[in-house]
C-alpha cells in the first residue's frame, strides 16, 4: 500500500454511532483483533486483552452500569449554563447498546524496570516529581491506544463501523464485574462494532501547519 491508499484509508474512517442489527461474523471480528495486534506495543508485551462480547444482556447491563453513573453526576450540575448540554449527555451517553457487538478491551498490569524503580521509591520527593509525568505518559495505556487505533481502522476496512469510547470507564468497577475481567487488569476503552447505518459527514481537520512545530 503506498502513502496516498494509507492516507486514503485514514480519511474514509469514520465514528459510527448507529448500526444495523445484522450479526457479524466471529471469524470476521476475530481477523479484525488479529490485525490490530501488530500495532506498536510497550516492551513486546502486548499489554491489552479483548472481550467481544454479543451476549444481548450483557450489554444491556454494561448500558445500564454506565447510565446509572450518568445519571448521577448529571445530579451534580449546578450551573444552569451546562444543564442543556448535560441533558444531551444524560440522553445519549449508552447509545452504543444498540451496537450487535461491544468490544471492551483491557490494560493488563504491567512495569517497565522504570516502573519498578520509581514504585520502590516513591517516598523520593524527586521519583514522585517524575512520576507525575510517567502516569501522564503510561506505557500500557499508549500501548492500548495505538492498538485501537489500529483496531478502528481495520473494522473500518473490512466494512464495518465502531467508535472509540472511554467514557464508559466512568463505570469502570461495574463494568469490570458485568464481563469478569481478573485482578490484574483495568477496563480502559469499549468500542461498539457492527455494519453502519449511517454516514456522518467529513469531519473538520486542523491545517498540518498548525499541528507542527519544527525544533530546528
Not at 469478569?180 to 476503552?189: I, K, L, P, R
Request: aromatic residues 6%; proline residues 6%; charged residues 25%.
Amino acid at each position: 500500500m503506498d502513502v496516498s491508499s494509507l492516507g486514503d484509508l485514514f480519511r474514509a474512517r469514520r465514528s459510527i454511532r448507529k448500526w444495523k442489527s445484522d450479526p457479524i461474523p466471529e471469524e470476521v471480528l476475530i481477523r479484525a483483533v488479529e490485525a490490530a495486534t501488530w500495532s506498536p506495543n510497550s516492551g513486546g508485551r502486548q499489554p491489552y486483552h479483548c472481550y467481544i462480547i454479543t451476549n444481548t444482556d450483557k450489554i444491556r447491563a454494561i448500558g445500564q452500569a454506565v447510565q446509572e453513573v450518568t445519571d448521577y453526576l448529571a445530579s451534580l450540575c449546578k450551573d444552569e449554563s451546562d444543564r442543556q448540554a448535560v441533558e444531551r449527555w444524560q440522553k445519549n451517553s449508552c447509545f452504543f447498546t444498540s451496537a450487535p457487538v461491544l468490544i471492551a478491551v483491557s490494560a493488563t498490569i504491567y512495569q517497565s524496570i522504570a516502573d519498578k524503580l520509581q514504585a520502590s521509591n516513591m517516598d523520593q520527593p524527586r521519583v514522585a516529581e517524575i512520576n507525575k509525568g510517567r502516569q501522564i505518559a503510561s506505557s500500557r495505556i499508549q500501548t492500548v491506544g495505538a492498538f485501537v487505533d489500529h483496531l478502528l481502522l481495520t473494522i473500518h476496512a473490512l466494512g464495518l463501523g465502531a467508535v472509540w469510547m472511554a467514557g464508559p470507564a466512568q463505570a469502570k468497577e461495574a463494568i469490570e464485574k458485568i464481563i469478569g475481567m481478573g485482578e490484574q487488569e483495568d477496563f480502559v476503552a469499549l468500542v461498539p462494532v457492527g455494519y453502519p447505518d449511517e454516514k456522518p459527514p467529513v469531519p473538520k481537520r486542523k491545517p498540518v501547519t498548525e499541528v507542527i512545530t519544527f525544533i530546528r
